[in-house]
């Protein structure tokens, strides 16, 4: 699994490194395919007293790419629901994957012939 951390307008410092590194291995013991994790940092100065922190993850596994962004007041909040999110679309993603195995209509019982026995 590849992880590349950016930042615009921000620092990248070992801390959030590590915090967002320590949030993503939920992800990974739910779906443990990952390729490749691309994670943006942003923080937009909209006014003085004012500012937006943007989280972007682009998350690449075999046959899919998952984009979620969450935007909070505070950088740590900000990957906390963007990790949430995540896991809600990678836990749908894996089901969809598992659900395949349905029951062929043939083995079906016919409830109409069961009732005339």
């Known amino acids: 699994m590849n992880l590349t951390i950016s930042g615009h307008h921000v620092e990248v410092t070992p801390a959030i490194r590590e915090y967002v590194h320590t949030k993503l291995e939920r992800i ?64 749908k993603h894996k089901d969809k994957i598992q659900s395949h195995q349905h029951d062929a209509i043939k083995h079906i019982p016919d409830p109409a012939s069961a009732q005339d026995v």
Not at 49 to 63: M, T, V, Y
């Open 28 to 91: 990974r013991r739910h779906f443990d395919q990952v390729i490749d994790i691309a994670v943006i940092l942003t923080v937009d100065k909209l006014r003085e007293k004012e500012k937006r922190h943007k989280a972007d993850i682009n998350l690449h596994i075999s046959g899919k790419d998952i984009h979620v962004e969450s935007l909070a007041h505070d950088l740590y909040a900000a990957i906390d629901t963007l990790v949430d999110k995540l896991d809600r679309q990678v836990i």
